[in-house]
């Protein structure tokens, strides 16, 4: 089933099943499907509140979080759309607030499947249509908008004119849809540019800056980069941003890792250079309060993370070399520096194993590889294999996240570490009763 959604309520799980039978089998881009479909529903994208859409390889998720966490602190209601889902598919669509609730969903993806059953489109073009359908609807002041894949051709993409536009971080993924090199996904994840809107970016390297800059200005839009247009740093416990407008002392966000300063300045960059909402710089401030679900998050005591008792449990969704990267340098603020790791793995099998576990491989005293269920993935031995030619000594393989931690149980006192799959992080959540909300 595209994404492996279910739900406990029988009427959306009905609808599930409807959308599996009726969309193709693997992931489509375009834009042709998501158009007709949405003018068959009115071109409700046509009557959102001000959109800040948001792309990039890794971190766009957070931004997202911060810019919904600013902007509810300047009393607005926000609509937000973000993917995958972690546990339950509600997740995907946030009213005004607040997670949709089973009724609702159940009626809009009816609505939407009565109307474009026969178009074909994606799993996740019908998932967009139901959303904007439901943004269309229900009074809000903003919304937020998350890039699903890519940027050019993403079904997110028929937003005509966002208040703004940013990209985050950028690295090497989904290469069978976006090209090989980082040059050719930086155009891609640029495809979201607008005439006339502001595009923020974070800071590229000079080759990938000037592609992205070169699209940007094809497409008529304001590009607005780190560095340039605006600054951001972090230093003595707090992050100090600044632009034209003047200059913000923020405090560290509440997400852990030494990127989320970057993401943080993305979000209230694509705040200070818009003009449809006023978001006071007090409101900036909370950004910093946002929360993100399997970004280093620290598990609390649950059913799953019983056997370690008092052990700390980080997950992260992490799956590319440059995620491996900013968890290699958000380690050395989590833990001492000579701190053994023991790291929990499942990765599905279009991703690269090797580039995400190379930047911190030195740390890792133990993997145990575990299979991502429901999802073509990485067999655990191959993945434990790769792990000793890494240089990883102890390696070997379990059954699943539980398995893995009642044998982590009965070693040494190491950290652990859970990675490697946004779809095993939303596993390990439901296992450990931390529902997202």
């Known amino acids: 089933m595209p994404d492996h959604a279910t739900s406990s309520?029988?009427?959306?799980?009905?609808?599930?099943d409807r959308l599996w039978s009726l969309s193709p089998g693997a992931d489509v881009l375009g834009l042709a499907r998501i158009t007709r479909l949405l003018a068959r529903l009115g071109d409700p994208h046509l009557a959102l509140p001000p959109v800040f859409h948001v792309a990039g390889t890794n971190g766009k998720g957070s931004t997202c979080a911060c810019l919904r966490a600013a902007l509810e602190a300047a009393g607005l209601r926000v609509h937000a759309?973000?993917?995958?889902?972690?546990?339950?598919?509600?997740?995907r669509i946030r009213l005004a607030g607040r997670l949709i609730e089973d009724a609702a969903l159940a009626t809009l993806l009816a609505e939407v499947l009565d109307a474009g059953g026969d178009i074909g489109a994606s799993f996740f073009e019908v998932t967009t249509a139901a959303a904007f359908l439901a943004f269309a609807r229900?009074?809000?002041?903003?919304?937020?908008?998350?890039?699903?894949l890519g940027g050019r051709l993403d079904a997110t993409n028929v937003i005509a004119s966002p208040a703004a536009c940013g990209i985050a971080a950028l690295g090497i993924d989904h290469q069978a849809f976006l090209g090989n090199t980082l040059a050719q996904i930086a155009v891609e994840k640029a495809g979201i540019?607008?005439?006339?809107?502001?595009l923020l970016t974070m800071r590229y390297a000079p080759d990938i800056a000037a592609r992205v800059s070169d699209a940007a200005t094809r497409a008529g839009a304001r590009i607005l980069a780190e560095g340039t247009a605006w600054h951001v740093a972090e230093g003595d416990g707090r992050v100090r941003y600044h632009d034209a407008a003047g200059a913000l002392d923020l405090?560290?966000?509440?997400?852990?890792?030494?990127?989320q300063a970057e993401n943080l300045g993305l979000a209230v960059a694509m705040l200070r250079h818009q003009r449809a909402v006023r978001v006071p710089d007090s409101a900036l401030a909370a950004a910093t309060t946002a929360r993100w679900p399997a970004r280093l998050q620290r598990l609390r005591p649950g059913p799953l993370t019983a056997p370690l008792g008092a052990r700390p449990v980080w997950l992260d969704g992490g799956h590319n070399p440059s995620a491996g990267e900013a968890i290699a340098r958000s380690l050395g603020r989590l833990l001492p520096d000579d701190t053994p790791l023991d790291v929990i793995l499942g990765m599905l099998a279009n991703k690269d194993p090797a580039g995400l576990l190379a930047p911190f491989a030195p740390r890792i005293a133990t993997l145990t590889a575990i299979p991502v269920p429901g999802h073509d993935h990485h067999a655990p031995d191959d993945l434990a294999a790769l792990a000793a030619a890494?240089?990883?000594?102890?390696?070997?393989?379990?059954?699943?996240?539980?398995?893995?931690?009642?044998?982590?149980?009965?070693?040494?006192s190491h950290p652990v570490l859970v990675l490697g799959s946004l779809y095993l992080?939303?596993?390990?959540?439901?296992?450990?009763?931390e529902l997202p909300d």
């Open 425 to 433: 992080a939303g596993r390990v959540l439901a296992a450990n009763d």
């Open 193 to 198: 540019a607008k005439p006339g809107v502001p």
């Open 9 to 16: 309520d029988v009427a959306v799980q009905a609808q599930l």
């Open 251 to 259: 405090p560290l966000p509440a997400l852990p890792g030494a990127h």
């Open 81 to 91: 759309y973000t993917s995958p889902h972690l546990v339950r598919f509600n997740e």
């Open 390 to 412: 890494l240089g990883i000594a102890a390696t070997t393989t379990a059954a699943d996240a539980a398995a893995a931690i009642d044998a982590l149980s009965r070693g040494p």
């Open 138 to 148: 229900t009074p809000a002041d903003a919304c937020v908008i998350e890039v699903g």
